[in-house]
């Protein structure tokens, strides 16, 4: 699957918007990926995660588990883990922090995956390396189905993305005038109260 046949499906989802947008890093970019659109249909999340299980395969070899951090990875998680054949486990915040709580656990020797949805800055993909420094098992490497920063992003492992692209975003000062002339939204749900 090319790149462009990712972003074919994420048009197809109607998931690939144009504006001012406030990404969750604070930054500002013309190109929103409302990733939720594609992972409300099974049929595209399926189609988009079988593509990318072949990657990880050939990649790294045996998963054991795939761990992502919530909300963006728990999809894309248990759908790659669904292609892999292996289970899938989540992280999310508690007082700040992310965390693996209700009950999931890994083994010593098992082979962990990170997975992510949209990786921008990379923030967190580096919070789930973390979270998962303390538990038995090696973290292997991490996917994503699309890497907006087109390979620039630190993840704090190998990482194998679907699709590469590096789409333009500004900090909020240095805006191009044309998109300072755009309402900005924010249609991510990093910082909501």
Excluded: W
């Excluded at 409302?34 to 050939?58: G, M, T």
């Excluded at 590096?166 to 909020?172: G, I, L, R």
């Amino acid at each position: 699957m090319t790149d462009q046949d990712v972003l074919d499906i994420f048009r197809k989802a109607g998931a690939l918007l144009e504006g001012h947008f406030i990404l969750s890093s604070g930054r500002r970019s013309p190109i929103f990926l409302q990733k939720a659109l594609v992972f409300s249909r099974p049929d595209l999340s399926a189609q988009l995660c079988e593509a990318l299980a072949q990657k990880v395969r050939s990649a790294f070899g045996r998963i054991d588990v795939v761990a992502g951090p919530a909300v963006g990875g728990i999809i894309p998680g248990y759908e790659l883990a669904r292609h892999l054949g292996c289970r899938a486990i989540f992280a999310e915040r508690v007082d700040g922090d992310l965390t693996f709580r209700r009950g999931f656990a890994i083994e010593e020797g098992e082979r962990v995956l990170i997975a992510e949805d949209i990786v921008t800055t990379g923030l967190s993909f580096r919070e789930t390396v973390e979270a998962l420094a303390p538990l038995p098992g090696a973290v292997v490497g991490g996917s994503c189905i699309i890497d907006r920063s087109g390979g620039v992003a630190n993840v704090g492992c190998e990482l194998i993305s679907l699709a590469s692209i590096q789409f333009p975003d500004y900090a909020p000062e240095e805006l191009p005038s044309d998109l300072a002339a755009l309402p900005a939204i924010k249609p991510g749900s990093r910082g909501l109260v």
